[in-house]
């Protein structure tokens, strides 16, 4: 690093010591936002600084998890019901979340589905449009809708939760594991079409023992885990330094990167 770019180390020193509320002053919209994986996510950035809305199907649990943080953390933390397979329901609740919180720089695609099928032959074509639909089509349409918005303005991140399936599908999951991959797709794409402004990555999950988690044979799961490097299943919690990373100000320079929280699982045979 040349002399011109680097920082004393009072200004490192002093940045750090800021990083306590690193999303200060950001507005997040969290899909999935009321439990597992998207519960976590919204805690931890209510209590990193940030408003957060909070989406998914079930207003009622939305609403419930916003007054808690709000009370927790002091900040404005609203409640949404949407479903995000429909296409043209995402636009009015980016206006229904911008109306109360101010425009949203920060987008966590969340929201997520695997149903349980007999076998592949066995998945009918509602089910399979219906996979699609939340996994592939919605956070299409988020990211198109947000992403705009944030580039016309002062910039923003936008961060997609996929799945280890991506890389390893089986006959079990394989519609959703078409559309996590299909979503590792749309993070190139869209951090070419929105950047420099804003920022598009995506945390590749693990098992983690979460809603879904209960429709696996966990015996089975926990069997398997014994070969990753992790030896086992994840927390939701622990997939919070991650999205704090990825939406907050040191990752400036990353974008259009896939970033595995999965105990190993991608690095085991």
């Avoid at 439990?35 to 609403?63: H, M, N, P, Q, T």
């Avoid at 995402?90 to 920060?106: A, F, K, M, R």
């Avoid at 198109?144 to 944030?150: D, E, H, L, P, S």
Wanted: aromatic share 4%.
């Amino acid at each position: 690093m040349s002399s011109s770019t680097a920082r004393t180390v009072a200004d490192a020193v002093a940045e750090t010591r800021a990083s306590g509320a690193p999303l200060a002053g950001r507005t997040a919209l969290v899909t999935g936002g009321s439990r597992g994986l998207g519960r976590e996510i919204s805690i931890a950035f209510a209590a990193a600084g940030a408003d957060v809305a909070i989406v998914s199907r079930k207003k009622d649990a939305c609403a419930e998890l916003a007054a808690e943080l709000a009370e927790a953390t002091g900040r404005r933390v609203t409640g949404h019901g949407a479903h995000v397979g429909e296409w043209d329901r995402l636009g009015e609740l980016l206006d229904e979340v911008e109306d109360g919180l101010g425009p949203v720089d920060i987008l966590v695609n969340n929201a997520g589905i695997a149903p349980v099928y007999p076998s592949l032959d066995g998945v009918t074509e509602e089910l399979f449009d219906k996979i699609i639909g939340v996994n592939l089509k919605g956070p299409f349409r988020m990211m198109a809708v947000a992403g705009k918005r944030m580039a016309e303005r002062d910039g923003g991140a936008m961060l997609n939760i996929s799945s280890m399936a991506s890389g390893r599908p089986t006959a079990g999951d394989l519609p959703y594991a078409a559309a996590k991959a299909a979503l590792n797709t749309l993070t190139a794409g869209f951090a070419q079409e929105y950047g420099p402004t804003v920022r598009v990555n995506t945390i590749v999950a693990g098992p983690f023992r979460t809603d879904i988690s209960k429709a696996w044979d966990m015996d089975a799961v926990d069997e398997m885990a014994r070969s990753w490097p992790s030896r086992r299943v994840g927390e939701p919690s622990e997939v919070v330094g991650a999205a704090l990373y990825l939406c907050g100000p040191t990752a400036s320079y990353t974008t259009g990167s896939l970033l595995a929280v999965d105990g190993g699982r991608l690095a085991a045979p």
